[in-house]
């Protein structure tokens, strides 16, 4: 596996977790409707991701109606139902709350690709096998240690919709967080099944194009989503310089640099490879925050770090061990033939 792989991952991950700095920075105090917001974000970044397809791939690709319940589900799993059940989550429960369930993704994506086939199960009587299962526990708890740091400097924050949350709703919003994180991984294992490993694809060497057609059927989805607010059309117009500064970041960072770069690492890597760099998010939001905002590390993001990183390490060791072994046992089996 090539170093761009990882550095595509990294750099992934940074702008997931710039975009949290750039909401505080630039948009804290915003009115606009998040769900709307949504909407313009994936309306904005379909053209702009059909354009960097056409640049790379080299041509403009236009989906055929037997792909196109494939794409719906996609843009269903990835782009739509986590983007709406995160806004959901946070405003149900809280931020630190949500963050709190982002770690989830690795395990979720761990145990459906084996369940599914995708991936075959580390094989414990190894050493490389017991190394992934245990480094994508390491990076998940380091992640959950670093958000429990913040929770215990931000311990009295309440939900965003409701300023005395019930039980109820709380727990609705976990329900929402919980389901989102499941979702992430759905998406990226099905991306991995039904397009990058299947030889008969015509989409296999096309990881852009696949991305852009998903988030327009997810820009679709939250169109509809959207008719809610039908009768309130101040919704689509109340957005400050503020707000379109976060828009833009959101529409060329998070969703085309990050989701693009996401979608071809797939197809290069294994699923729990790429969903296993998750944790990074904790990592660098943290250490944007003391940059940028000028907040203080606690002893335990710092401790989280250390254990994300640890563990990132331990499943590229174990990724890299996997591959020789491969390497060697297609060497042998052509000295036999």
Known sequence: MSMK????LITAQLGFGAYGIIVTKFAKETKADPLVFCLFRDAGAFPVMMCAAFLVEGKLSFPS???IPLLMVLGLTGPFIPQLLFLLGVY??????????QPAVPVWSAFLAMMTGVEPPPKLTTSHGCAKVFGILLAVCGAMTMTLGKLHDTSSENSWLLQDSSIGSQFLGCICLFVKTSSTAVYYIIQKKYIF???HSTWKKQPLAVTAWSYFFAT??????SLTYSNQPEKFTSFTKETFYCLLYAIVVSSTMCYLLLSWCNMQAPSTLVTCSWPLQSLFCALLSMICLGQSLQLLECAGGGLIISGLATVLWSTYKESEELRLHLKNEKTLC
């Open 220 to 225: 679709i989805f939250l169109a509809f989503a």
């Open 92 to 101: 149900l429960t809280s931020a630190n709350m949500a963050a709190m369930f």
């Open 65 to 67: 109606l037997r792909s």
């Open 197 to 199: 490993n299947q030889s």
């Open 5 to 8: 792989v990882y550095c595509a």
